[in-house]
Antibody, heavy 125, light 107 residues
């Protein structure tokens, strides 16, 4: 079965960076785009961006442009999300989420069928 | 960005009741609207995609409808395990955006 295993909780000081991993198993890694979604405590869901694990191309939400970098390692079926210049407002649970469609983009059908368990990032001085 | 407005933000209901949650997009998004259920401390779970398609394994008491700007999620007969927060998400255009959520409490 599809499993997305994320790295553990992190604590960072303002201005620092954090890199979270999401290890995929149970399917062909390069066939499905991966997305990152975050959720601040008690708040709603916010889409951060996506990566094509096949070629590594990325699309980021404007809100995170210049601060977020998504990468992948096909040898370990792992995607990474690095967020820099952290501020207190970045304190959130970060989720990786896999789309259902395979082998390329599927305009309109980027719904998130599988989710990681979430990684809490706390930004505090 | 496409703004997604959900209503109500919360509701209290009884087992067996019919519940309807609405989601309005700030612009037309065809049928590219998805619904998720989230329980405390857990990742969201996909319920409905493409406005009305029931995700495999989701109970048939959940249904979705709508197109264009206006969408609804209906729970035909609420069960105790449906206590959760529900989110809509548009996948028509990036940045993909979510509604603010509807918290459903079972009395």
């Amino acid at each position: 079965q599809v499993l997305l295993e994320q790295s553990g909780a992190e604590v960072r000081k303002p201005g620092a960076s954090v890199k979270i991993s999401c290890k995929a198993s149970g399917y062909t890694f390069i066939n499905h785009y991966m997305h990152w979604v975050r959720q601040a405590p008690g708040r709603g869901l916010e889409w951060m961006g996506t990566i094509d694990p096949s070629g590594g191309s990325t699309t980021y939400a404007q809100n995170f442009q210049g601060r977020v970098t998504m990468t992948r390692d096909t040898s370990t079926s792992t995607v990474y999300m690095e967020l820099s210049s952290l501020r207190s407002e970045d304190t959130s649970v970060y989720y990786c989420a896999r789309v259902d469609c395979s082998n390329g983009p599927c305009p309109g059908l980027e719904y998130f069928q599988h989710w990681g368990q979430g990684t809490l990032v706390t930004v505090s001085s | 960005d496409v703004q997604m407005t959900q209503s109500p933000s919360s509701l209290s209901t009884s087992v067996g009741d019919r519940v309807t949650i609405t989601c309005r997009a700030s612009q037309r998004i065809d049928i590219f609207l998805n619904w998720y259920q989230q329980k405390p401390g857990k990742a969201p779970k996909l319920l409905i995609y493409a406005a009305s398609r029931l995700q495999s394994g989701v109970p048939s008491r959940f249904s979705g409808s709508g197109s264009g700007r206006d969408f609804t999620l209906t729970i035909s007969s609420v069960q105790p395990e449906d206590s959760a927060t529900y989110y809509c998400q548009q996948s028509n255009i990036t940045p993909f955006t979510f509604g603010g959520g509807t918290k459903v409490e079972i009395k």
